[in-house]
C-alpha cells in the first residue's frame, strides 16, 4: 500500500492519480470524482484528502476527541468474550430404591440376604433392599451368574415393604418353576427367616435383618 501510495500524484483539486498512466489529471479532464484508496492518506500538503474537492480537512472521520492513532489501537486490542465450554458426561445415574430416612443419594440399607448353598455361586451372598430386587443371571439388583437354568434377567424378586415389615417372592420372567420351601410360587409369596428357595438350579436360603423385632425406620 505504501509503494502505491508513493506512486500516485495529487492534482491541485485534490485528485489522486498515477502518473505512469496519465500525463494530467484524468478526473479533471473529464469531470469526474476520484475517492482516495485510503481515507486516512495524507496529501503532498500532508492533509488528509477530502473527497469533495474543497481542499478542508476529511474531519468526518476523524474521532471526536482528534486522538486517531489511539483508536485504532484500541481496535488492535480488542479481543472477543471466550465462551466456556460447558460438557457434559452421557452417563446417567443408575436409579435404585432409597429409603427416605437415608441421606440424599445412599442407597437404602440391607434388610436380609438370599445365600447360595449350591451350585456355581455356593456360599455367595447376595443383598436385599428396601423395595424391589429382581433377580437375573447377567443383570438385576441380584445376579447369580454361572446358572443357565436362570433367566437373564427379572427371572423373580424379593420384595421388602417396610410399612408391613414384610418380605415377599415373586415368579417374574423365569423359564423354569420358582420353589419355597419345594412348593411352587405361581404368583407371589410371603417369606420367612431361613425359607429355602430354589431359582433354576441354585438353591438358597433366606436370612432377614428387618422385620418385627426391628427395622431401620426406628431410627
Same mark, same amino acid.
Given at each position: ?15 489522486? %492519480? ?57 481496535? =488492535? ?35 436380609? #440376604? ?45 420384595? %421388602? ?6 418380605? %415377599? ?20 409369596? =410371603? ?24 427395622? #431401620?425406620?426406628?431410627?
Amino acid at each position: 500500500m505504501a509503494e502505491i501510495q508513493r506512486k500516485i500524484k495529487t492534482c491541485p483539486n485534490g485528485h489522486p %492519480y498515477d502518473p505512469s498512466r496519465f500525463d494530467s489529471c484524468p478526473y479533471c479532464n473529464s469531470g469526474g470524482f476520484a475517492p482516495t484508496l485510503d481515507p486516512f492518506a495524507q496529501d503532498s500538503a500532508g492533509e488528509t484528502f477530502d473527497p469533495s474537492g474543497s481542499g478542508s480537512s476529511f474531519s468526518s472521520t476523524v474521532p471526536p476527541d482528534g486522538d486517531l492513532d489511539s483508536h485504532r489501537q484500541g481496535y =488492535e486490542r480488542f479481543t472477543p468474550t471466550v465462551i466456556p465450554e460447558v460438557r457434559y458426561s452421557g452417563r446417567m445415574q443408575e436409579t435404585q430404591s432409597v429409603d427416605p430416612a437415608t441421606p440424599a443419594g445412599a442407597p437404602s440399607p440391607v434388610v436380609g #440376604w438370599l445365600v447360595a448353598l449350591d451350585g456355581p455361586c455356593r456360599g455367595t451372598d447376595y443383598r436385599i433392599r428396601i423395595g424391589y430386587n429382581y433377580i437375573g443371571r447377567t443383570s438385576g439388583d441380584i445376579c447369580i451368574h454361572g446358572d443357565a437354568t436362570i433367566s437373564s434377567e427379572r427371572d423373580s424378586s424379593v420384595t %421388602y415393604v417396610p410399612q408391613t415389615r414384610g418380605f %415377599y417372592i415373586a415368579h417374574e420372567l423365569g423359564k423354569n418353576p420358582l420353589l419355597l420351601n419345594g412348593r411352587p410360587v405361581i404368583r407371589e409369596a =410371603e417369606l420367612k427367616n431361613h425359607d429355602r428357595i430354589t431359582i433354576g438350579s441354585t438353591n438358597l436360603i433366606f436370612v432377614a435383618l428387618s422385620g418385627e423385632d426391628f427395622d #431401620w425406620s426406628e431410627g
